[in-house]
């Protein structure tokens, strides 16, 4: 089993809308959480971190964490074209003295005009 | 600019032949990595460098090989390549090998392609 499983696989969302995506994490070791979007052609790229219980707000995208659960979310509000891409959710762990990063399968949004 | 490169773009091979693909980052980062994104599109690491030096070697097959010559230099060599080995390969470089706070910025990527 993957210790981060992602949900939706995919999600479409009209222009203006709001895209909420989901995350889980199976291991107490995984307590730091990532969002990272890639776009067609290009390498995956970070869009924020969460580490603390509650709400994160940078710009239009606020992620919400409960450790309790090791459940994180993803909101996108206002919806653009230019978020259609893969984002991926990442968890990190402390593997002897260095952190590695895992990354969940992903979740393809569409925004559409 | 500064940012992560990453070469070639794709490459085509048949198999069993050799290749190598090279990757410098502007940064000023300490730790290096190679990624593979298989066709559904998953992550997996395969290495990590800290300062030249590797400090992670995931379950890779043997023909596998990093090479680093500085920290803003990391190459990957694939021996003798074999069809599964058709992916995109990533680069990523981030400021330290340890610690929560620690952003991994990618690079474009190399699809191979194995015929």
Redesign the interface.
Known sequence: QQKVQQSPESLSVPEGGMASLNCTSSDRNF??F?W?R?HS??????LM?I?SDGDKKEGRFTAHLNKASLHVSLHIRDSQPSDSA?Y?CAV?EL?G???????G??TRLAVCP | ETA?FQTPNYHVTQVGNEVSFNCKQTLGHDTMYWYKQDS??????MF?Y?NKQL??NETVPRRFSPQSSDKAHLNLRIKSVEPEDSAVY?C?SSPH?????????????TRLSVL
């Open positions: 307590q730091y990532w990272y890639q052609g290009e390498g995956p790229k970070a971190s580490f893969l991926f990190s593997s003295s260095f952190n590695k990063l895992t990354f399968a992903g | 992560v559904k599109k998953l992550l997996k690491i990590s800290n400090i992670v990533l990523a090998n340890w610690g929560a706070l620690n952003t991994l910025y990618f690079g474009a990527g």
